[in-house]
T-cell receptor, first 111, second 114 residues
Framework: GQQVMQIPQYQHVQEGEDFTTYCNSS?????IQWYKQRPGGHPVFLIQ?????EVKKQKRLTFQFGEAKKNSSLHITATQTTDVGTYFC???????????FGKGTLLTVNP | DSGVTQTPKHLITATGQRVTLRCSPR?????VYWYQQSLDQGLQFLIH???????AKGNILERFSAQQFPDLHSELNLSSLELGDSALYFC?????????????FGNGTRLTVT
């Protein structure tokens, strides 16, 4: 089945630094979803991208969908300790109804 | 609060035993997904039900089974438990059966097999 690869697996930053996680697929994605899981918590939906080249912003978070719809990124500007958690991308579309997740990027922030 | 309820929160049992995990989706949601989360495997898709019918299966072991009842709650049954089945099991729901709408996750059931 379709898989999404996510890198890096871990990222440690100093508070105030930027952070980016990348999601790649070998096949075209109909849409991609991003989730955040705080330590000890459950995944929480952040955003969905549908259109080729789409860019969406949520405060300090910027989400992009590649032109070929095979990759996506999440960029956080000026990280804060509240950004700590694991960020997952998920293949949100297709006809297989599976909603497959990447392995996630664990972000830790040093205050 | 996502509106998805999972019980129990924690479960400790021995190898070879059988357990049932329960999930109540958000009010009005017809789709229920089950995921297994272990440290090295991320969120592994197990199975998806829509309005009582199985829609998709992931890498679910034959020892595992699930169902969705007429009131839309779902149960995940794990039998002949092994140490490697220790993990966090999440249920998630969404309103439609088609891809493209976001999932709402419950708080999970942490299963420990000793």
């Amino acid at each position: 089945g379709q898989q999404v690869m996510q890198i890096p697996q871990y990222q440690h930053v100093q508070e105030g630094e930027d952070f980016t996680t990348y999601c790649n697929s070998s096949t075209t994605l109909s849409n991609i979803q991003w989730y955040k899981q705080r330590p000890g918590g459950h995944p929480v939906f952040l955003i969905q991208l549908v259109k080729s080249g789409e860019v969406k912003k949520q405060k300090r978070l910027t989400f992009q969908f590649g032109e070929a719809k095979k990759n996506s990124s999440l960029h956080i500007t000026a990280t804060q300790t509240t950004d700590v958690g694991t960020y997952f991308c998920a293949d949100g579309g297709g006809s297989n109804y599976k909603l497959t997740f990447g392995k996630g990027t664990l972000l830790t922030v040093n205050p | 609060d996502s509106g998805v309820t999972q019980t129990p929160k924690h479960l400790i049992t021995a190898t070879g035993q059988r357990v049932t995990l329960r999930c109540s989706p958000r009010s009005g949601d017809l789709s229920v997904y089950w995921y297994q989360q272990s440290l090295d495997q991320g969120l592994q898709f197990l199975i998806h039900y829509y309005n009582g019918e199985e829609r998709a299966k992931g890498n679910i072991l034959e020892r595992f089974s699930a169902q969705q009842f007429p009131d839309l709650h779902s149960e995940l049954n794990l039998s002949s438990l092994e140490l490697g089945d220790s993990a966090l099991y999440f249920c998630a729901s969404k309103s439609g059966g088609s891809p493209g709408s976001p999932l709402h996750f419950g708080n999970g059931t942490r299963l420990t097999v000793t």
